[in-house]
């Protein structure tokens, strides 16, 4: 399981030169609940982009990753990245304020969305408590104040 926290600043290398693209600015998810890759602060502004693959390897060292160059993030699905969705309040589909989105963890294999970290806010976050909710069959829908889950 990844998480979106623990990918920010690393750096991904291709799998088999392990050359540095750069490293993790922002991860990209679809709207269907799955990552859909990675956004990178690199030097190259032609792998801004790298799609997700099952095939990549997370190590203490960075990201290995399969694909040579960037790609194109996928235009036929709505597209959020986790830079907007952060710190942005998460209500089910009642209403009900579930908490402040703080981070996403994914299937490593799949990309999926596993689970949502949430925070009550500011006193809640100094005490280090925070909860997880678990998003399966769940999709989001990003309105201007707050993530929606939709059941599925």
């Known amino acids: 399981m990844r998480t979106c926290r623990e990918l920010e600043g690393m750096t991904i290398y291709t799998d088999e030169l392990s050359h540095s693209l750069g490293s993790i600015k922002d991860i990209c998810f679809l709207a269907g609940g799955s990552c859909g890759g990675y956004v990178l602060d690199g030097k190259k502004k032609d792998c801004a982009f790298i799609p997700f693959s099952a095939g990549d390897k997370l190590t203490d060292k960075g990201l290995y990753v399969s694909c040579q160059e960037g790609g194109e993030i996928d235009s036929s699905a709505p ?59 769940t999709l989001m829908d990003v309105q201007k104040e707050a993530l929606v889950l939709n059941r599925t």
């Open 79 to 137: 597209a959020f990245f986790f830079s907007k969705l952060k710190k942005k309040m998460m209500q089910s589909p009642d209403g009900e304020t579930l908490g402040v989105l703080e981070d996403v963890y994914f299937d490593a294999n799949s990309g999926t969305i596993v689970a949502y970290e949430l925070s009550d806010g500011f006193f809640t976050e100094l005490s280090g408590i925070r909860k997880q909710l678990h998003a399966a069959g």
